[in-house]
């Protein structure tokens, strides 16, 4: 009998894979739209230990069925300094199961249905009014288009089993040697990397079985390499971000190849162990079903989508016990004198536990408040060149932005029934400082990347330099106490004012025409810093905070009531 290459094969199997592709695509961005933004905020509160962090990381993952994307995700929010390496490796262990329930469910024989429920909820989202019903229907109909697309697919495939060129193409893809069993791993692995979805991969792997045109051991080699080229995503998400992001990923990738390369030696007794398990329950993969008077083997999809279950709880449970190796190992890649610089997106003093106590929350805030401003002083050093001083400014920039909201969140706990007023008036004072030096972060951030961004001359430079140095000496004014700071006779500095700065870019003909707006846009820039500066003296000088320790090391406390004194509960620097 004459096989109709284009009408029996061609059209069924790309449209199949469309659908499916189609159906993977809807589904991810129908749910993620729905909760995607509620997934992100739990999983930074979630993942504060490993046991959390691959809860958080399986349950999202299986509840957005992507991989991909939670993995993507956990390195976006170690780059914002959100989660720390430590946490995001238990994130993406967990991401690694909650992927494969995804896989369990495409195995289910529920291809007729597809199209009927397809049809139900695209007739749904086109005529739903609400984003939410819209965001629903376009999920559920991308599930159902799943299971259509595979249905079309191993259809679509069973007819090249009458093909002998086929035949022997795919006689040359057998698992039932090791070097046949790697040869499908590394190009299961090189589909997944150019297709940037495992899913996909076991979907077209199921229909390849399903319509009896790989052997199911060979599905499963080729579920296995889909697991190793899901990491390309990660990787290449990670390139342009920072240090710990791109530690993150090489995580992923760790994780996978490791399971990988244990699975690969396990292989033939997990298949075995795999066969057996499967004839408790009645299924024999490699039995055909004879469907429409053509055999069909109904059995191979339910043996990938159960040894991919089985295979990544297997590599969580062997890898589990060493995340803190992993973290150890993982710090030290790309390790440099850079990375020994303050991280100041993990608060030092704030403690849960000092909220309760307002006399010792206080001097904690302070404390931290002061950090908070001796971070944004970093990006002087930035824009001066300050051997030491962090390369990237954005990323500095993220870490002082976390800084920020984890004091504006412990400040807004402190107001608590039974304050004074004038505790109550201290409690705003503070959080208005943070405020301003909020935004004197981010001024300074701005000169910082300005600076480096821009070609000045050496001239240029040397005005620029001027006024760098005049906010350096600013910044003195907040960063200490001003007992601490030197005593100058008057007429002592010789900072140049921003009137005289501002006519000496204009006038010195060394600097070019072209850079005298960038310039000057740089001394204005200085100009609003420092006003920032004054009303954060100012906010201090507002409110009576003789109570607040200020230095190190000063036993100077909080002056209860009652008058007696809490200097002792103020952690030390």
């Not at 007739?123 to 288009?145: E, H, I, P, Q, W």
């Not at 076991?202 to 790989?214: D, K, Y």
């Not at 001024?443 to 040397?462: C, H, N, T, W």
Request: hydrophobic share 50%; with cysteine; glycine share 10%.
């Amino acid at each position: 009998m004459e096989v109709d290459l284009f009408k029996e094969i061609i059209a069924p199997v790309i449209g199949g894979l469309g659908i499916f592709l189609l159906g993977l695509e809807f589904m991810a961005s129908g749910i993620q739209a729905l909760s995607v933004n509620k997934m992100r905020e739990w999983l930074a509160k979630m993942a504060g230990t490993p046991v959390k962090g691959v809860i958080a990381g399986t349950v999202i993952t299986g509840i957005i069925q992507s991989s991909t994307a939670m993995t993507v995700m956990t390195v976006g929010l170690v780059n914002a300094g959100v989660l720390g390496l430590r946490s995001a490796i238990s994130v993406i262990m967990g991401a690694n199961v909650g992927t494969t329930l995804g896989n369990g469910l495409i195995a289910l024989p529920l291809g007729p249905l597809g199209l009927l429920f397809g049809g139900i909820f695209a007739t749904v989202y086109c005529f739903a009014k609400s984003d939410r019903l819209r965001n629903f229907s376009l999920a559920a109909m991308g599930f159902s288009l799943i299971f259509y697309g595979l249905n079309l697919m191993t259809g679509g495939l069973k007819p090249l089993r009458k093909m002998p060129e086929v035949l022997e193409v795919i006689q040359s893809l057998d698992a039932s040697t090791f070097g046949g069993v790697v040869m499908c791993v590394l190009l299961a692995a090189l589909i997944t990397a150019l297709i940037h979805s495992s899913s996909a991969t076991i979907g077209i792997v199921m229909g390849l079985g399903a319509s009896g045109i790989l052997s199911w051991e060979t599905a499963i080699a080729f579920a296995v390499g889909a697991d190793l080229g899901t990491t390309i995503t990660s990787w290449m998400a990670s390139l342009n971000l920072s240090k710990n992001a791109k530690r993150a990923a090489y995580a992923h990738i760790s994780f996978n190849f490791i399971g990988v390369t244990v699975v690969l030696a396990l292989f033939f007794p997990a298949i075995w162990a795999l066969k057996l398990a499967l004839a408790n329950w009645g299924i024999d993969p490699g039995a055909a079903v004879i469907v429409d008077g053509q055999e069909t083997f109904p059995g191979v999809p339910i043996a990938v989508g159960a040894f991919s279950i089985v295979f990544n709880i297997f590599n969580l449970l062997i890898l589990f016990p060493f995340v803190n190796t992993f973290e150890r190992f993982l710090s030290r890649v790309g390790h440099s004198k850079a990375d020994d610089i303050e991280d100041y997106s993990i608060p030092r003093f704030l403690d849960k536990k000092l909220v309760a106590d307002f006399d010792a929350a206080l001097p904690a805030v302070q404390q931290e408040a002061q950090r908070h401003l001796r971070a944004g002083a970093v990006f002087l050093d930035i824009a001066r060149g300050k051997p030491g001083a962090p390369k990237d400014p954005g990323e500095h920039r993220a870490a002082t932005d976390v800084l920020s909201r984890e004091i504006r969140a412990f400040q807004s706990q402190l107001f608590q029934d039974g304050l004074s007023r004038d505790q109550l008036d201290l409690v705003a004072s503070l959080i208005e400082e943070v405020d301003f030096t909020s935004a004197l972060s981010e001024s300074l951030y701005q000169i910082a990347r300005r600076v480096k961004r821009e070609p000045f001359s050496d001239a240029a430079r040397k005005v620029l330099g001027q006024g760098l140095e005049r906010l350096d000496q600013s910044m003195n004014r907040v960063l200490f106490d001003p007992a601490m700071q030197p005593r100058m006779p008057a007429g002592h500095s010789v900072a140049l004012g921003f009137e005289e700065l501002r006519w000496q870019a204009l006038q010195t003909s060394e600097v070019a025409a072209g850079e005298k707006g960038a310039l000057l846009a740089l001394l204005g820039s200085v100009e609003r810093a420092e006003g920032l500066i004054d009303r954060i003296i100012s906010e201090r000088a507002s409110v009576d905070r003789s109570g607040i320790r200020v230095r190190p090391g000063d036993q100077t406390g909080i002056k209860r009531s009652d008058g007696s004194s809490m200097g002792d509960l103020a952690p030390a620097e």
